[in-house]
């Protein structure tokens, strides 16, 4: 009997998660699973943030991605050129073709600094740094212990990115570690966004203003920083404002991978992939399925995401092979620690529909939402381990699934993207 194909894109958090699901699903006499990247570095993202604060250090956070695959996937370690949809197939750059019945994009984003007119120019890991790569992570690191005092800019150039919480916890990061030091009162924390508030969602952006104000950070809203000079220090917006640093810390644009855009049918101009936001179908092509940071929808790039698309995409991939109807069963479900500093996190929990509210997670006595709790904080530091050991293997984690519990939030409050 012929084996079915199935081709996972991307050997990341989501590729993975989906790889090794898929596995348990289908016995190796049903089904061949190929997952294909480009290198053989797995990194546990969430913990980049840490790094430049020496709370870390990559040794920790990097791990091969074959040995997070279980036995019986075939790894190809190679750069994927492009996807032909018409004949279902996937181009490799070594010239070879892998057929699929089912493709899966799990290929996340792709950070993009060269599109910002001077940002990778002389300053460059000099006095411009961005810690959403492992080497930006570690050159950041050995800049902060130098910095002794001066003016230090977070910016978040524009969204959609990953983490988009990232850079606030960056931030209050950043106000902890130079009090530790003692340096606090030389230095000024500036953090600008192009959004018009410290976050996207009103209830959430509230909070973490009124953090970003008692923590002494200047907030700077509706900045879209067009150019950096980084021998003159400036930051500079597409209406002409401009911002002095000394140390510039940078979240860079993002795009879909460079494959998407050279594959017609398959994504938007920006590299996503057009999909169904709550089948995580392709809009485009039935036996093609995307999860993670590579799909278009309205819902944070994020890991949590990934883990609740991937078991909706696990069930429909197994459904559109056999024929049947395929489950609407992801509604946005995003949830995320934000870490404040001090030992302390919170923790916000959404879906399209409902903005992060205040309550407990994910009953009436779980942890605390929207609020700074040290529980929260070592709910994030324990994370990493559920990484490697629950997520990735494609373990189910009990009350944490692919719809948004209500229980324990504090008011039916809907917000609308
Ligand atoms: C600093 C930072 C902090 C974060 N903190 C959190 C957090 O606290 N909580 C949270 O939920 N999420 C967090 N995230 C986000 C999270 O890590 C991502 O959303 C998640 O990893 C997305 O998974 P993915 O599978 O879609 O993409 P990835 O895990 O990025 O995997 C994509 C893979 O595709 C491969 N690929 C792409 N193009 C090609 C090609 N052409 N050829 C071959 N291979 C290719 C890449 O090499 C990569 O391995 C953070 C991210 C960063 C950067």
């Given amino acids: 009997m012929r084996r079915l194909q199935i081709v996972v894109l991307g050997g990341g958090t989501g590729g993975t998660m989906v790889a090794n699901r898929l596995r348990r699903r289908f016995d190796a006499d049903e089904a061949e699973i190929h997952v294909v990247d480009r290198d053989d570095r797995h990194v546990y993202q969430p913990g980049l943030l840490f790094v430049p604060f020496g709370l870390t250090s990559l040794d920790e956070i990097v791990r091969p991605?074959?040995?997070?695959?279980?036995?019986?996937?075939?790894?190809?370690?190679?750069e994927i050129d492009a996807v032909w949809v018409e004949r279902d197939e996937v181009l490799l750059d070594d010239r070879t073709v892998l057929p699929y019945d089912v493709l899966v994009v799990a290929s996340g984003s792709r950070l993009q600094p060269e599109e910002t007119e001077g940002l990778t120019g002389p300053g460059w890991n000099e006095n411009v740094f961005t810690f959403y790569?492992?080497?930006?992570?570690?050159?950041l690191r050995s800049a902060l212990e130098r910095f002794d005092g001066g003016r230090l800019v977070v910016n978040l150039v524009d969204m959609p990115t990953k983490c988009p919480v990232a850079p606030l916890e960056f931030a209050f990061l950043a106000e902890w570690y130079f009090q530790e030091r003692e340096a606090r009162d030389r230095i000024e924390l500036v953090y600008a966004t192009p959004l018009d508030g410290a976050f996207t969602k009103p209830v959430a952006s509230e909070h973490l203003s009124g953090l970003l104000n008692e923590k002494a950070i200047e907030l700077v809203t509706e900045f879209n920083a067009?150019?950096?000079?980084?021998?003159?220090?400036?930051?500079?917006?597409?209406?002409?404002?401009?911002?002095?640093?000394?140390?510039?810390?940078?979240?860079?644009?993002?795009?879909?991978?460079?494959?998407?855009?050279?594959?017609?049918?398959?994504?938007?101009?920006l590299g996503f992939v057009t999909t169904d936001r709550t089948t995580l179908q392709s809009t485009g092509r039935p036996n093609v399925f995307a999860l993670g940071d590579a799909t278009d929808l309205p819902t944070s790039k994020a890991g949590s995401v990934t883990h609740f698309e991937a078991e909706v995409l696990v069930e429909n991939v197994a459904r559109f092979l056999a024929g049947?109807?395929?489950?609407?069963?992801?509604?946005?479900?995003?949830?995320?620690?934000?870490?404040?500093?001090?030992?302390?996190?919170?923790?916000?929990?959404?879906?399209?529909?409902?903005?992060?509210?205040?309550?407990?997670?994910?009953?009436?006595?779980?942890?605390?939402?929207?609020?700074?709790?040290r529980l929260n904080h070592l709910g994030k530091l324990m994370f990493q381990w559920v990484y490697w050991h629950a997520l990735l293997p494609g373990r189910d984690l009990p009350g944490l699934g692919p719809t948004m519990p209500t229980a324990g939030k504090k008011s039916a409050l809907v917000h609308r993207e």
């Fill in 65 to 78: 991605r074959r040995r997070q695959l279980r036995n019986g996937i075939v790894f190809h370690e190679r």
């Fill in 324 to 373: 049947k109807e395929l489950e609407a069963g992801y509604d946005g479900h995003a949830n995320c620690f934000i870490e404040t500093g001090f030992h302390k996190a919170l923790l916000i929990d959404f879906n399209y529909e409902t903005e992060p509210l205040p309550g407990h997670f994910p009953t009436a006595f779980g942890l605390p939402l929207l609020r700074e709790s």
């Fill in 133 to 139: 790569t492992p080497e930006g992570a570690d050159a």
């Fill in 226 to 269: 067009g150019e950096v000079d980084s021998d003159r220090g400036k930051l500079v917006s597409y209406d002409g404002r401009e911002l002095d640093f000394d140390l510039l810390v940078t979240v860079p644009l993002h795009g879909g991978a460079a494959f998407v855009e050279r594959s017609p049918g398959l994504g938007d101009v």
